[in-house]
């Protein structure tokens, strides 16, 4: 998408989309000074998904990334203990470019997370704003973008409105993203 956010605004106006999130993903190494270790990475709209936070997530130390916290970064409780890492401590984040570059920044950690079903993904996970991660890729591109509705009876109806105005891209409803889940249930 050229202009990612003239089209997020426009398909903000479907029906039942209550908001949109965008996502950024990564890969890199995360260092204390010390050990690297590498790590998983969301770049994310902080304010937004601190909306859907309580639901899925447990914050066991410092509090939640915002959108204030230009250069924060938010722990999957793994991590944190892989590299003995608390709030208010320095890393530095070092991943590759989509051009195959070397880049890093320097953050401050925010907080420690713990996800509700995935204890694998919070021992290599880490998640920044979403500016942080395009600059840190040198990329103003988007990987993702997740669909908050008023109400989820309507998930089968927006997904085909969406399918129809991104014919270039993948639509997955949550629960076809939910293997986990759907073996459970």
Do not use: C
């Amino acid at each position: 998408i050229e202009n990612p956010q003239q089209k997020i605004d426009e398909l903000r106006k479907i029906n039942h989309v209550a908001d949109i999130l965008p996502r950024v993903y990564f890969s890199g190494l995360l260092s204390n000074n010390r050990t690297n270790f590498s790590v998983i990475g969301e770049g994310i709209d902080a304010d937004k998904e601190s909306k859907l936070a309580p639901r899925y997530v447990n914050f066991p130390a410092g509090r939640q990334l915002t959108n204030k916290d230009t250069y924060g970064i938010m722990l999957g409780e793994g991590v944190s203990t892989a590299l003995n890492l608390k709030p208010g401590d320095p890393v530095i984040l070092l991943v590759n470019t989509p051009d195959g570059a070397l880049n890093s920044l320097d953050f401050t950690v925010i907080g420690t997370f713990q996800t509700v079903l995935a204890k694998d993904y919070d021992d290599r996970a880490v998640r920044i704003n979403v500016s942080a991660a395009q600059e840190l890729l040198a990329t103003s591109n988007m990987h993702s973008l997740v669909f908050v509705l008023d109400d989820t009876k309507y998930t089968d109806v927006v997904a085909a409105d969406l399918k129809k105005n991104l014919k270039d891209f993948e639509v997955r409803t949550w629960i076809e993203l939910a293997d986990f889940y759907t073996k459970v249930v």
